[in-house]
């Protein structure tokens, strides 16, 4: 079946613009995650969607971070006024039930900020 | 200050031999451990999990041993192949609260020489 679907896979953009990351998740999963990966690092959490409930925004770096999660499936992660710390890898994932159960990641979106 | 720790970056490995992935945590919340494995350019794939209650579990040419007192797990794979050469990332979650995104160490790169 199909697995999650991350788009762009690559975007560059100029440091101060808006940019909007997009993830498909499994159908049928209800929880969605983002994460991000910085160059030699681990992945880090950036925030959490599970069905209705409030997402978990703990992991945003700053209020220049956002999410959606439209009708319960398609996410948009958009990173207004972008600096080059921005600069990684974003992951989503996405899994059945969340707290603990697998997660099925999405092949990422590279974003450079230059 | 990293709660999930993989102190070695890189692994080398002759095919044939045991591959050992070693993972510390500092959490003792923490009552779920997985395994990711990555490719380049690929998002994480999820390899093989264990619950707190348990101190190992096995798959295949997997096995993931858990030391609750020493908040220690490792993964060993025997015997490891070429196409074990990628980046392990191990995860953790606790069940306590509302958490539901994985806390990742940093990983470690195994290459597996033919």
């Known amino acids: 079946g199909a697995g999650v679907s991350q788009s762009p896979s690559n975007k560059v953009t100029e440091k101060g613009k808006d940019v909007e990351l997009r993830c498909d998740p499994i159908?049928?999963?209800?929880?969605l995650y983002w994460y991000r990966q910085s160059l030699g690092q681990g992945l880090e959490f950036l925030i959490y969607?599970?069905?209705?409930?409030?997402?978990?925004k703990s992991g945003l770096p700053s209020d220049r971070f956002s999410a959606e999660r439209t009708g319960g499936s398609v996410s948009t992660l958009t990173i207004q006024r972008t600096q080059q710390e921005d600069s990684a890898v974003y992951l989503c994932?996405?899994?059945?039930?969340?707290?603990?159960?697998?997660?099925?990641f999405g092949p990422g979106t590279r974003l450079t900020v230059t | 200050d990293q709660q999930v720790k993989q102190n070695s970056p890189s692994l080398s490995v002759q095919e044939g031999r045991i591959s050992i992935l070693n993972c510390d945590y500092t959490n003792s919340m923490f009552d779920y451990f997985l395994w990711y494995k990555k490719y380049p350019a690929e998002g994480p794939t999820f390899l093989i999990s264990?619950?707190?209650?348990?101190d190992k579990n096995e798959d295949g040419r997997f096995t993931v041993f858990l030391n609750k007192s020493a908040k220690h797990l490792s993964l060993h794979i025997v015997p490891s192949q070429p196409g074990d050469s990628a980046v392990y990332f191990c995860?953790?979650?606790?069940?306590?609260?509302?958490?539901?995104?994985?806390?990742f160490g940093k990983g470690t790169k195994l290459s597996v020489k033919p």
């Open positions: 264990i619950s707190s209650i348990k």
């Open positions: 995860a953790a979650i606790g069940w306590g609260g509302s958490q539901g995104n994985l806390i």
């Open positions: 969607f599970q069905g209705n409930s409030a997402p978990d």
């Open positions: 159908s049928g999963h209800t929880a």
């Open positions: 994932a996405s899994s059945l039930q969340g707290a603990g159960y697998e997660q099925y």
